[in-house]
């Protein structure tokens, strides 16, 4: 029989090396070394590593692309950036929504980034944004997995018709229910509306991911009421709290009790580090706090935790590329990740953590799974975050949908080699 794809001596995320990897029917068929197998088609991987694609946890895809739309954020600030996002949306056009996203996707499929979970803001009453990302996500399904987080960004209880307008995102389609309770009017109305929020939640059988206590203010503790709930309601593994900075400010005695709570909730985290370290601590002086939620207590008690990108060229942050590499590198940084267990989570966090927080189907490179994968010029996991390492061959259903050269440098030096890549 004459399978799809046959990718020849790749290494594994798991450590094995050497493998050949079989794809038919847009599945993995089979993964040892030295198969006696055919293909149509036949990749050498070189002895790199093959990877399952990245999953990005936490976007912001409504917005992506508006840099500079009409002003840049002066302050740096999670608010100015809320203030400014509130001037842009009265201009949105459909369309242009649209244009920006899929562009966006062309990035990421190029980084091979095949699935990304993205909030869109259902705040105004015309749902433009939900609509725009709705047609999206319909037009990239055959090359990325887009899912969907009804975000009620100014405040589900503290903007009027907000919660009307999150109900009929949820009936138009959207997967996941979203929240903000930090900036509701009130501590007790944040707490409020993350009960409201998983109620509805579990009453439609659906996800939450709510940005939670994104905030240097350590009274911020939304995380503990949407922990209680997600107990309350039986939505064990399935409630997600997205930023959760204000932790980082937190006590110790309190964090830890917190986090116990987090575990039996069955609550899954999401770090944003390139915007966290760059939004948290702005009214700090010296010394300035970084802000990032605590990863590794979270990831040590048992809580899975995702890296996410949350933006890229939008009122909140500049720069961004949706390399979730640079994300995984961020991240290992700002939480002094650098034992080598806590480097390869760091890709895990940008994979299979991420992956199981949206539920995704088939993932992974076991005989059965989708065969969507990512062939990196690096030679283990590691070593990809070390070299935001290129990717070689992007595979969606075993078809190869984007390619990249080699990353080489020429020296024109006497007596040294001419050909430089930086794999060790
Ligand atoms: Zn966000």
């Known amino acids: 029989m004459t399978h799809d794809l046959l990718i020849r001596n790749v290494a594994l995320p798991d450590g094995r090396v050497g493998c050949d990897v079989l794809i038919g029917d847009g599945r993995i068929v089979e993964v040892a070394p030295s198969l006696a197998a055919t293909a149509a088609r036949t990749l050498d991987g070189g002895g790199l590593l093959l990877a399952p694609p990245f999953v990005d946890a936490h976007f912001h895809m409504d917005s992506v692309l508006t840099y500079g739309m009409p002003r840049v954020n002066r302050s740096g600030t999670l608010l100015e950036g809320i203030a400014l996002w509130g001037e842009l949306k009265p201009t949105l056009a459909q369309d242009a929504i649209v244009e920006r996203a899929l562009a966006y996707c062309d990035w990421a499929v190029a980084k091979g980034l095949l699935a990304i979970r993205s909030h869109v803001d259902v705040c105004d009453p015309r749902l433009l944004a939900v609509r725009a990302l709705l047609q999206v996500r319909e037009q990239v399904k055959p090359y990325l997995d887009l899912q969907l987080v009804a975000f009620p960004q100014d405040g589900v209880l503290r903007s009027p018709a907000a919660l009307d307008n999150l109900k009929r995102a949820l009936d138009l389609g959207v997967d996941v229910v979203g929240g903000i309770p ?37 009274s911020s503790r939304h995380v503990e009421t949407l922990a209680f709930e997600a107990q309350r309601l039986k939505l064990h593994g399935r409630v997600t709290g997205s930023h959760l900075t204000s932790m980082h400010s937190m006590d110790n005695a309190y964090a830890a009790k917190l986090i116990a709570l987090m575990v039996d909730a069955g609550l899954s985290a999401v770090a944003n580090p390139l915007i966290n370290i760059t939004l948290q601590g702005r009214y700090d002086s010296y010394p300035k706090r970084r802000g990032m939620t605590r990863v590794p207590e979270l990831q040590a008690a048992g809580v899975p935790v995702a ?17 979730m590499l640079e994300v995984a590198a961020m991240g290992l940084h700002v939480g002094q990740l650098t034992s080598a267990v806590q480097m390869r989570g760091c890709f895990d966090a940008v994979t299979s953590v991420p992956a199981r927080i949206l539920g995704l189907d088939g993932y992974g490179l076991a005989p059965g799974c989708r065969a969507d994968c990512v062939l990196l010029q690096a030679r283990t996991p590691i070593e990809a975050i070390r070299l935001r390492a290129q990717r070689l061959a992007v595979i969606r259903a075993g078809r190869v949908i984007a390619r990249t050269p080699n990353a ?16 060790h």
């Open 307 to 323: 890296f996410g990108h949350d933006c890229v060229m939008d009122p909140w942050y500049a720069l961004g590329s949706a390399d």
């Open 182 to 218: 930090h900036f509701e009017r009130t501590m007790a109305e944040g707490a409020a509306s993350v009960r409201l929020l998983c109620e509805l939640a579990a009453e439609r059988g659906l996800r939450v991911d709510m940005h939670c206590d994104e905030t240097d203010d350590p």
């Open 408 to 423: 080489t440098a020429r020296l024109e030096m006497p007596g040294r080699p001419t050909q430089v890549d930086f794999t």
